[in-house]
């Protein structure tokens, strides 16, 4: 069995004009970007091949990325069920124009299937907890997971009540 802490993986890069919005900042679908790979490396270490994202499921912005900024996105497992995973990421920046503390910009958790040969899901390991800071996020994790499935029969029981010609999926 392998432990969460023993999945971190980080990755960093310099942001550039071309990433760049209309205000100057850092579009948040480069930082999407990252994170999701960040995450998949962590998903596809773990489940010893390919792994899908299945689900963005919470991304917060806290403060803008600008260019020249270094960017440092850090993830690791946080729970694992039969075939499926949740990474959280963090994501940081060293300020290209001044020498301070990283500077927290986002934060997101992610949920991927392991893939087997025959393309159908495959069963993952269980993760070892150990410390207190890993059973807390596992524990968190369930949460998301329980509020994920909720709101998914929520909505398919929504549909079976009152069906409309002119409901569009989004």
Same mark, same amino acid.
């Given at each position: 069995?392998?432990?969460?802490?023993?999945?971190?993986?980080?990755?960093?890069?310099?942001?550039?004009?071309?990433?760049?919005?209309?205000?100057?900042?850092?579009?948040?679908?480069?930082?999407?970007?990252?994170?999701?790979?960040?995450?998949?490396? &962590? !998903?596809?270490?773990?489940? %010893?091949? +390919?792994?899908?994202?299945?689900? =963005? /499921?919470?991304? @917060?912005?806290?403060?803008?990325?600008?260019?020249?900024?270094?960017?440092?996105?850090?993830?690791?497992?946080?729970?694992?069920?039969?075939?499926?995973?949740?990474?959280?990421?963090?994501?940081?920046?060293?300020?290209?124009?001044?020498?301070?503390?990283?500077?927290?910009?986002?934060?997101?958790?992610?949920?991927? &299937? !392991?893939?087997?040969?025959? %393309?159908? +899901?495959?069963?993952?390991?269980? =993760? /070892?907890?150990? @410390?207190?800071?890993?059973?807390?996020?596992?524990?968190?994790?369930?949460?998301?997971?329980?509020?994920?499935?909720?709101?998914?029969?929520?909505?398919?029981?929504?549909?079976?009540?009152?069906?409309?010609?002119?409901?569009?999926?989004?």
């Amino acid at each position: 069995m392998t432990t969460p802490s023993k999945t971190h993986v980080q990755m960093s890069r310099i942001m550039n004009a071309t990433e760049a919005n209309l205000l100057g900042n850092i579009h948040g679908g480069n930082l999407m970007k990252a994170v999701d790979d960040t995450a998949g490396v &962590v !998903a596809n270490r773990y489940a %010893g091949g +390919p792994a899908v994202t299945a689900a =963005l /499921d919470e991304m @917060t912005f806290l403060t803008p990325v600008r260019v020249g900024d270094i960017v440092h996105t850090s993830a690791q497992l946080n729970w694992a069920g039969r075939s499926s995973m949740e990474v959280g990421v963090r994501v940081e920046v060293d300020r290209w124009d001044e020498i301070t503390e990283r500077v927290h910009v986002a934060s997101a958790y992610l949920v991927f &299937v !392991a893939i087997g040969e025959d %393309g159908k +899901p495959k069963h993952v390991p269980p =993760l /070892d907890l150990e @410390t207190p800071e890993e059973k807390r996020r596992f524990r968190e994790a369930e949460i998301r997971r329980e509020h994920r499935l909720a709101r998914r029969a929520a909505i398919e029981a929504s549909r079976e009540i009152e069906p409309s010609d002119k409901a569009v999926d989004a």
